[in-house]
């Protein structure tokens, strides 16, 4: 089964961690990715922007509205998912802990079984 | 579990809007500060025993309020209020005050916070001395090494700065709608003023003021987490983004100027581009132009260019039309007639720039763009007359120098057989 981790934390506190920091955490995070691509189990990761770059569209009465913004106000934003391929849910309850353990943020990590995960195109770049 | 060296992120993101929110209680900024500062030695001892709390900020406010009305009890020789390990515990509480956070009141709070330091009556200079350490709370210490003077001099600054915020009178009702907008155009520009202070660094100071530029963004994000939908708001945190991405590439080693077009572009921040570049269409689709949305798209241009002669100078040159009209300045002029001089040549923005002579008679860049353009005219003595002129002017040895490569390049083609040794 194809899981996705979808990680939540405060993103201001996130955003306030010095260079050095951002960069511990996210040197933990990639031996932990290594670990499971190396397995041949891990597919797309993402780290997303912050939300005040986001843009929302939202069906307002049958129209499109278009909102500025994430979709909800909340205390903790989806700042990235995983997705990786684990025999059952104890597993991937298992590779949330790994990630949550080497990232200080707090926050959560919500596993939702993937139902459809399309191939990514050798024409879509990259973002480092 | 909790590492004290990750709690100090945490108090920092809160900060705004906890002394924001105490500054409404108590109205009073020392107060404000003090109760805050007060919570944050309890966070210090509390939560790396119990984690720390699911909302940080509303905890901070709670203990703070609590701990600045158990000090004022405590002068007064009454019964003192519980310790911060019962308080911690007010889970119920904590989501009450969480709850008034997420209204209106709390957005009104940090504008208010950050307008306190835009005081009409302070210098620029002393606006961002205060905002950095009452809004972003860096030690006068940081500040002081920032502003590249003494600690002591920086802590006279503050508190004169402090003392005349103090003496008029802050507006606690909340604001109406014309009056907010005029707020956030103040701090706007305020939050400008700090990433100016950080970018126009140069050399050696520029590692040291680099924190100015991040805490800039810090604050131009909050502002637009508080402004979801101003296109203003987006345009300046992109304007900002957009600069900083290329601060890796903006000077040698030995500290001198790397212009524009001579910048290794592999060194720029893909990261912060893509999130500049992100706001700039989000601001776009509003259609309500505003200086800060202009000068972003202009950035914008400027970052999508792989290479330096992909520049779309045309386009820069329209946005400066543009940019021009909102706020007719000779230095904006001066920008356009740079992208004139790229898009149609050197001749077309040397009789653009000739009527700022006088304006602009005290300006480094005027000089400087007035020599290059005269050095591609080939009018060499002139432009050494304008090249000499700008030395005169620099701001900073980077600056100084940069113009005297011009020089000697010209000193070389007049006399190959003596050209300088370095």
């Known amino acids: 089964m194809l899981y996705a981790v979808l990680c939540y934390a405060a993103e201001d506190a996130v955003t306030s961690w010095s260079k050095e920091q951002d960069e511990a955490v996210m040197g933990k995070l990639a031996v932990i990715q290594q670990k499971y691509a190396e397995a041949g189990r891990l597919g797309p990761v993402a ?72 191939p990514v195109p050798a024409t879509i770049k990259q973002a480092t | 579990m909790t590492d004290i060296a990750w709690i100090d992120p945490l108090l ?52 703070g309020r609590n701990a600045a009305i158990d000090a004022v009890r405590k002068r007064s020789k009454q019964q003192p209020l519980p310790d911060e390990e019962h308080l911690s515990d007010l889970s119920d509480a904590e989501a009450a005050i969480a709850e008034r956070l997420d209204g209106a009141d709390y957005r009104d709070d940090i504008l208010r916070l950050l307008f306190i330091c835009c005081h009409t009556d302070l210098p620029a200079t002393q606006q961002i001395a205060l905002a950095l350490r009452i809004v972003s709370g860096l030690s006068v210490r940081q500040i002081a090494r920032a502003f590249l003077v003494g600690e002591s001099a920086m802590e006279q600054r503050i508190t004169r700065a402090k003392a005349k915020v103090a003496a008029a009178a802050v507006p606690f ?17 305020m939050v400008y003023l700090v990433f100016n ?10 590692s040291i003021r680099v924190p100015l530029c991040d805490e800039a963004i810090r604050l131009a994000r909050l502002l637009l987490r508080l402004f979801p939908a101003e296109p203003e708001i987006m345009g300046l945190t992109a304007l900002l983004l957009l600069q900083h991405a290329r601060s890796q590439a903006r000077f040698e080693a ?41 000068q972003a798209a ?113 000193s070389g083609e007049a006399a190959p057989g003596r050209q300088s040794a370095s």
Not at chain 1, 49 to 61: E, H, I, Q, W, Y
Not at chain 2, 34 to 48: V, Y
Not at chain 2, 260 to 281: F, H, T, Y
């Open chain 1, 47 to 118: 780290r997303l922007l912050p939300t005040t770059a986001a843009t929302t569209v939202r069906k307002v009465r049958g129209e499109s509205v278009i909102l500025d913004g994430p979709f909800a106000e909340t205390k903790e934003q989806l700042l990235g998912f995983y997705t990786v391929e684990c025999n059952d849910l104890e597993e991937a309850v298992g590779f949330a802990r790994e990630i949550s353990d080497a990232n200080p943020a707090g926050g959560s990590y919500e596993i939702r079984p993937v139902g459809v995960l399309n």
């Open chain 2, 12 to 63: 920092a993101a809160a900060r705004p809007q906890a002394v924001a929110a105490l500054l409404r209680y108590f109205r009073d900024l020392d107060m404000a500060e003090e109760a805050f500062q007060d919570a944050c030695l309890r966070a210090l001892t509390n939560w790396p025993k119990n984690g720390p709390p699911r909302d940080p900020t509303a905890w901070l406010i709670f203990v």
């Open chain 2, 173 to 189: 009702e909340a604001p109406g709608p014309v009056e907010r907008a005029e707020r956030l155009g103040s701090v706007a520009a």
């Open chain 2, 197 to 206: 202070e950080g970018y126009s660094a140069s050399g050696g100071d520029a």
């Open chain 2, 254 to 294: 030995d500290g001198s100027v790397i212009l524009l077009e001579d910048q290794d572009r592999s060194k720029w921040s893909a990261k912060m581009i893509a999130e500049g570049l992100a706001l700039v269409d989000k601001a776009i689709r509003h259609r309500q132009p505003g200086a800060y949305q202009v």
């Open chain 2, 298 to 410: 202009i950035a914008a241009l400027h970052a999508r260019a792989t290479r330096a002669e992909d520049t779309d100078w045309k386009q820069i040159e329209l946005l400066y039309g543009a940019l021009e009209a909102m706020q007719p300045s000779p230095v904006i002029t001066l920008n356009r007639a740079v992208a004139v001089s790229k898009a149609d040549g050197p001749e077309a923005a040397l009789a653009m720039i000739e009527p700022l002579g006088d304006k602009l008679s005290g300006y480094f860049h005027y000089f400087g763009v007035r020599g290059s353009l005269l050095l591609q005219l080939g009018r060499n003595d002139e432009a050494r007359d304008a090249f000499c002129k700008a030395i005169s002017l620099a701001n900073s040895p980077a600056e100084a120098a940069h113009i005297r490569l011009h020089l000697d390049r010209l």
